[in-house]
């Protein structure tokens, strides 16, 4: 890891997304994508960009708090082929069926997003990337329409981030076909902005990995500013994928938002009650800033300064000093009712206690002193914390993900956690190298035991990982 702030990282995140030529393997899911496209289209795409999921190693729920995370590219993504179009629509077709071919004119993108008669479908993830790189791009370079064939292979709606993919490579090609040129932190921080006019108050983790992610490293993601440093993982240990056959949508329940209102106010009453101004304080790490104490120091008073109990919105008015209604403004809390009850004690112990976690990750990852085998097992511990922390604290996990958790502890591995969101979605596993093959094998047979719900299959239930490349452009 290296925290050069002039060094070899922060240079090559001022880089922009590299234009390659496909390799032989991409070459054949590009031909498919290119058939679907003339097949739709009549012409022929003239770029193609490719971004990837990502795994979230540790640091869940606390990015939008301003803490760390590490992450890393995976190499499942969204491929989109795309040709500038000489009317004034936009067209969307999927090479998944069950993506319903879309299309709207250029200027009724915004309106589009927000048309209520639908939930968060899938092509409002795309025009929230339109709309986030339209902002950006000078008047005189908007593109007259948008062709695109979409082809994705990252399980949706399971923590690997494939919202992200989507939002993403719609930031990158609507500048990439605008003749513009973005540095790719530039573009993640476009995209983490774009993300948000689905409905989810996201922090930037997925954004940021999918655009600064290297093969080979996963990443240490910084917030305010975004920077990205390299984590080199042990050469023993193997990170391990598997899905809960548990689904959920981010953007179609409150769930997500409110773990960010509660944070936001845990952090907002900490301060008032240390005689800071609360309405200046956003989030978690703002309150630790101004009270000048480490996050060990935040766990000790997140105990003294808030009770187990939910609070109600009156109480936190009360205690604040103001009323419902201006605390709804500052606070952001519009789609709560006044009912809505909030822990916050609950889920500030999890981000100061997980923001620690990452830390002491990312610096026994690197540690040369420790030997090989015991460096594992306090990174599984880690994770395990890390998932604990997430079930009964965050209250974000799912009763098939913490069985499929206690599954994998069961077939060897050394520690594991939810990954992403969750409410759902799928879990990742650090296993010793060379016990993968038999832990997969015998994590398969485990699932195939418990059953197979409709439209999983158990070859796609479980899979290693490594750090892969993040976005990029092809050309053929
Ligand atoms: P995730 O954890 O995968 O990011 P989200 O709930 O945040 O899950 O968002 C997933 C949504 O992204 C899906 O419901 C769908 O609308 C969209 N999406 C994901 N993959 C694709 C794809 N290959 N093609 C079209 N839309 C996709
Ligand atoms: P997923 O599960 O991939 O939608 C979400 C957020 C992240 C982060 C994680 C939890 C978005 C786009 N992503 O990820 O910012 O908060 O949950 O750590 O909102
Ligand atoms: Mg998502």
Redesign the pocket.
Known sequence: MSHDTNGKYNMEQEEQVPILQPDEKLFKRLNILIEHFRSTYNVKPSFFVRVPGRVNLIGEHIDYCGYAVCPMAIEQD?LVAVAVSKDSDIRLT?V?SK?KYFQCNMKDVSVCIRDASSG???YK?FLCGVKGALEVIPEECVPSGILAA?W?N?P?????????A?VSAAVLLTIHISQHQLSKRRLATISASAERYIGTQGGGMDQAIVFLGKAGSAMLIEFNPLRGTDVTLPETAVFVIAHSQAC????STTDYNLRVAECRLAAQMIARKRNKPWERVQRLIDVQERLGMTVDEMVSVVTTDLHEEPYTLNEISKNLGTTNEKLREISLLRSFSDAQTFKLKQRALHVYQEAARVVKFCSISEENAIMEDEKLRQLGNLMSNSHISLRKLYECSHPNVDSLVDKAMACGALGVRLT??GWG?CIVAIVTKDKVSQFVDTLKKEIGRSGIKDGFKLGDLVFPTEPNQGAAIYIT
């Not at 949706?156 to 992200?164: H, K, Q, T």
Request: glycine share 14%; net charge negative.
């Open positions: 969204i999927n998944d993506y968060p479908d899938w993830y979409i994705g990252i949706p709606n399971s923590g690997l981030s494939s919202s992200s989507l959920h949508n981010k953007a992403g969101a979605g």
